[in-house]
C-alpha cells in the first residue's frame, strides 16, 4: 500500500499570493496516476489536476501541477478568493485501489 | 451537465443495514465506471467501491469488503451502495462519482450515513 503525504497542513496565505501544495509518496508512482482535488465546506471534491499535470475542464490556467517518482506538487498563482479550500492528492493503484492524502487547507 | 443525486442516507444502529442510491443524468451513464467515496465530517477521502460499465466486475476498499456491495441498473442510470453489518468508523458522508482513467471527474453532493445506537 502507498502512502500518499500532503504537506503543509495549513497554508497561510493572502489573496494574490502564490501556493505551493506538495504530495509524497511512499514509492515512486507513474504520474499517470496522480490527481489533485479542490473542496469548500458542505461541498464535494473538485477535479483540478489528472495525470499529474493536466488541467481539467473549466479549471483555471492558475493552476498547475508537475512531478514524477515520489514527489508531485499542486502550484497556484496568483490566489483568488474563491481558492481558499482543502486540496487533496489521489493516487491509483493497480490493485486497484485508489488513495488519498490528509489534505492541505489554504487559509 | 452532469448531476449525480444520491439518496438513502440517514442513522442506523452497529450491526445495522442501509442500502444507498445515485442516479446520474447528463452524461452516458453505461460508458463509465461508477464509484462511491466516503468522508468523516471534517476529515480526509476514503474510496469505497467502483463497478465496471457492465456491472460484472466490482472492487472494495480493504475497510468495506465483505460488508458492502456495490450495484448498478443502467436502465434506470442507477448505482447502488448496500451496506451491511454496519460500524460507527462507518459514519461519514457518501459520495457517488463518475470515474475517468484514474481519477474522479464528477461527484453528487453526497448522502450523510450515522451509525450509533
Known amino acids: 500500500e502507498i502512502v500518499l503525504t500532503q504537506s503543509p497542513g495549513t497554508l497561510y496565505l493572502s489573496v494574490g499570493e502564490g501556493a505551493t501544495l506538495s504530495c509524497r509518496a511512499s514509492?515512486?508512482?507513474?504520474?499517470?496516476?496522480l490527481a489533485w482535488y479542490q473542496q469548500k465546506p458542505g461541498q464535494p471534491p473538485r477535479l483540478l489536476i489528472y495525470?499529474?499535470?493536466n488541467r481539467a475542464t473549466g479549471i483555471p490556467d492558475r493552476f498547475s501541477g508537475g512531478g514524477s517518482g515520489t514527489d508531485f506538487t499542486l502550484t497556484i498563482n496568483r490566489l483568488e478568493p474563491e481558492d481558499f479550500a482543502t486540496y487533496y492528492c489521489?493516487?491509483?493503484?493497480?490493485?486497484?485501489?485508489?488513495?488519498f492524502g490528509q489534505g492541505t487547507k489554504v487559509e | 451537465e452532469v448531476q449525480l443525486v444520491e439518496s438513502g442516507g440517514g442513522l442506523v444502529q452497529p450491526g445495522g443495514s442501509l442500502r444507498l442510491s445515485c442516479v446520474g443524468s447528463?452524461?452516458?451513464?453505461?460508458?463509465?465506471?461508477m464509484c462511491w467515496v466516503r468522508q468523516v465530517p471534517g476529515k480526509g477521502l476514503e474510496w469505497v467501491a467502483h463497478?465496471?460499465?457492465?456491472?460484472?466486475?466490482?472492487y472494495y476498499g480493504d475497510s468495506v469488503k465483505g460488508r458492502f456491495a456495490i450495484s448498478r441498473d443502467n436502465a434506470k442510470n442507477s448505482v447502488y451502495l448496500q451496506m451491511n453489518d454496519m460500524r460507527v468508523e462507518d459514519t461519514a458522508v457518501y459520495y457517488c462519482?463518475?470515474?475517468?482513467?484514474?481519477?474522479?471527474?464528477?461527484w453528487g453532493q453526497g448522502t450523510l450515513v450515522t451509525v450509533s445506537s
Open positions: 462519482a463518475v470515474k475517468g482513467q484514474y481519477y474522479f471527474n464528477h
Open positions: 447528463g452524461f452516458t451513464f453505461t460508458s463509465f465506471y
Open positions: 463497478i465496471k460499465q457492465d456491472g460484472r466486475e466490482q
Open positions: 514509492e515512486s508512482v507513474s504520474s499517470s496516476y
Open positions: 495525470g499529474a499535470s
Open positions: 489521489q493516487l491509483y493503484e493497480r490493485s486497484p485501489r485508489y488513495s
